[in-house]
């Protein structure tokens, strides 16, 4: 069965996940899409054949029709999830939904509760289950090679230039627009450590502060947009926008992400433009952010073991760094290379776990894009949830561990499950 898909939304995410469909046409094909930047529109609509009547401006008109496709690709901001996940499970389109689910707690229970009365297929991109490296990781752990695990210590090195593009001057950088740091960026992590330890966290602590990105913290003499800042200032500063852009990218020949978030049509004039007029041009000592740039989180889990979790801005921009702690061996990892350490025998052994980074679906997030769009349209095109890594219940568990967690960071509590 080829799997017909409607996509809502259609920027990075949207028209990163329907490649599938230009990759593998005889699997799934885009049939309809939504989305109200008419280049973004036009671009995925021609991009997949879409006829001029089906491609709407808005979800909701998308909505309004009966139902259009098989399954519908919620790629909307975080905070635009809950009203169309509800009504296209009412509609009952099967869903695949960007994380985070939502901004909420109430609301992620309000999407699971609507999934479960509508009895649709439902997956959540916590594509970081899917990817190769994890697939090869949970064989290792299943295998016993280091007995239980007893602790995890893990590293979300998010990157300084990547901190200053996505949530200083960018899309995630205001919690009232978006959401907090934590479900933006780290949901993926908690989401993965709960699904590696394999049993129920009990309560978790946290601690997390915006250190760097304020306006008090500016170098003598910066402009307000780096455009305009003082040479001497602007050279010196590792988060000038003209280097990030221009100098470390555009100038070596690299117009995909992230300068294609800036314009539409990547030239030099149309970067420059953006960089005088638009926010990713701005000082990141003078937006309007307000997300952290550095938290810790600890966690209990039902047996005794324990999980401490770091997110920093301040290192250069990597995969996640994790070390397990196991009764009867460790395990070091870089998100690529497996590497496993026996007590008994004390040999080593590495697991190369990478994939071919050619810039496709098939790379994207280390393999993760392809293998939850290969898993959710073959549980579609096969009614078998059991394909399904990050459905409801998984989901909304990992996504309550996060509020949780904020909350800790909030009140200076601990706090239970
Ligand atoms: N799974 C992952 O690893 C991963 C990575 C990055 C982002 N995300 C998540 O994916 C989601 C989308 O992120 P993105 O980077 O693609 O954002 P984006 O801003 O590039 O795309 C969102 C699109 O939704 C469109 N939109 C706005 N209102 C709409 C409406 N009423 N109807 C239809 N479309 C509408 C916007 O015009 C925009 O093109 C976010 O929730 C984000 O947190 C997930």
């Given at each position: 069965?080829?799997?017909?898909l409607?996509?809502?939304?259609?920027?990075?995410?949207?028209?990163?996940?329907?490649?599938?469909?230009?990759d593998?046409?005889?699997?799934?094909?885009?049939?309809?899409?939504?989305?109200?930047?008419?280049?973004?529109?036009?671009?995925?609509g021609?991009?997949?054949?879409?006829?001029?009547?089906?491609?709407?401006?808005?979800?909701?008109?998308?909505?309004?029709?009966?139902?259009?496709?098989?399954?519908?690709?919620?790629?909307?901001?975080?905070?635009?999830?809950?009203?169309?996940?509800?009504?296209?499970?009412?509609?009952?389109?099967?869903?695949?939904l960007?994380?985070?689910?939502?901004?909420?707690a109430?609301?992620?229970?309000n999407?699971?509760?609507?999934?479960k009365r509508?009895?649709?297929?439902?997956?959540?991109?916590?594509?970081?289950?899917?990817?190769?490296?994890?697939?090869?990781?949970?064989?290792?752990?299943?295998?016993?090679?280091?007995?239980?695990?007893?602790?995890?210590?893990?590293?979300?090195?998010?990157g300084?230039?990547?901190?200053?593009?996505?949530f200083?001057?960018?899309?995630?950088?205001?919690e009232?627009?978006?959401?907090?740091?934590l479900?933006?960026?780290?949901?993926?992590?908690?989401?993965?450590?709960?699904?590696?330890?394999?049993?129920?966290?009990?309560?978790?602590?946290?601690?997390g502060?915006?250190?760097?990105?304020?306006?008090?913290?500016?170098?003598?003499?910066?402009?307000?947009?780096?455009?305009?800042?003082?040479?001497?200032?602007?050279?010196?500063?590792?988060?000038?926008?003209?280097?990030?852009?221009?100098?470390?990218?555009?100038?070596?020949?690299?117009?995909?992400?992230?300068?294609?978030?800036?314009?539409?049509?990547?030239?030099?004039?149309?970067?420059?433009?953006?960089?005088?007029?638009?926010?990713?041009?701005?000082?990141?000592?003078?937006?309007?952010?307000?997300?952290?740039?550095?938290?810790v989180?600890?966690?209990?889990?039902?047996?005794?073991?324990?999980?401490?979790?770091?997110?920093?801005?301040?290192?250069?921009?990597?995969?996640?760094?994790t070390?397990?702690?196991?009764?009867?061996?460790?395990?070091?990892?870089?998100?690529?290379?497996?590497?496993l350490?026996?007590?008994?025998?004390?040999?080593?052994?590495?697991?190369?776990?990478?994939?071919?980074?050619?810039?496709?679906?098939?790379?994207?997030?280390?393999?993760?894009?392809?293998?939850?769009?290969?898993?959710?349209?073959?549980?579609?095109?096969e009614?078998?949830?059991?394909?399904?890594?990050?459905?409801?219940?998984?989901?909304?568990e990992?996504?309550?561990?996060?509020?949780?967690?904020?909350?800790?960071?909030r009140t200076?509590?601990?706090?239970?499950?």
């Amino acid at each position: 069965m080829k799997v017909k898909l409607l996509v809502v939304g259609c920027g990075a995410r949207g028209t990163g996940y329907s490649k599938f469909a230009l990759d593998f046409p005889d699997k799934a094909q885009v049939v309809a899409i939504a989305e109200p930047n008419p280049e973004r529109r036009n671009a995925i609509g021609d991009a997949h054949g879409v006829p001029e009547n089906l491609r709407f401006h808005d979800w909701k008109d998308a909505a309004a029709q009966p139902r259009l496709a098989d399954a519908v690709l919620i790629c909307t901001q975080d905070n635009m999830h809950e009203e169309p996940a509800i009504a296209f499970a009412g509609l009952g389109y099967d869903i695949l939904l960007e994380k985070p689910m939502a901004p909420t707690a109430e609301a992620c229970r309000n999407i699971v509760a609507a999934v479960k009365r509508a009895g649709v297929m439902f997956a959540v991109c916590h594509v970081l289950r899917y990817t190769e490296y994890t697939r090869r990781l949970k064989e290792v752990l299943a295998s016993g090679a280091i007995g239980d695990i007893v602790s995890i210590q893990h590293l979300e090195p998010v990157g300084y230039w990547h901190q200053a593009h996505s949530f200083v001057r960018g899309n995630w950088r205001n919690e009232a627009e978006s959401s907090f740091m934590l479900l933006a960026k780290c949901c993926h992590d908690v989401d993965w450590l709960r699904y590696v330890m394999d049993r129920p966290c009990k309560q978790l602590q946290s601690f997390g502060t915006l250190k760097h990105f304020r306006h008090d913290c500016a170098p003598a003499g910066a402009a307000a947009r780096c455009m305009e800042c003082p040479a001497g200032v602007e050279c010196n500063c590792p988060y000038s926008a003209i280097k990030i852009y221009l100098r470390d990218r555009l100038d070596q020949g690299q117009t995909g992400w992230p300068v294609n978030v800036l314009t539409q049509n990547v030239t030099r004039e149309t970067v420059l433009k953006a960089l005088r007029e638009g926010p990713y041009g701005r000082c990141v000592y003078e937006c309007d952010n307000d997300v952290v740039d550095n938290q810790v989180v600890n966690m209990l889990f039902a047996d005794g073991s324990t999980v401490s979790m770091t997110m920093t801005a301040f290192n250069a921009h990597s995969g996640r760094l994790t070390r397990i702690f196991g009764t009867r061996g460790s395990i070091d990892t870089d998100s690529n290379t497996i590497t496993l350490f026996d007590f008994l025998t004390t040999k080593k052994t590495v697991i190369d776990t990478a994939v071919n980074n050619d810039g496709g679906i098939l790379s994207g997030h280390g393999g993760g894009d392809f293998g939850l769009m290969a898993a959710f349209i073959s549980a579609v095109a096969e009614r078998d949830p059991s394909k399904i890594l990050s459905g409801t219940d998984e989901t909304l568990e990992s996504h309550l561990m996060v509020f949780a967690a904020e909350e800790s960071r909030r009140t200076g509590k601990v706090v239970s499950l």
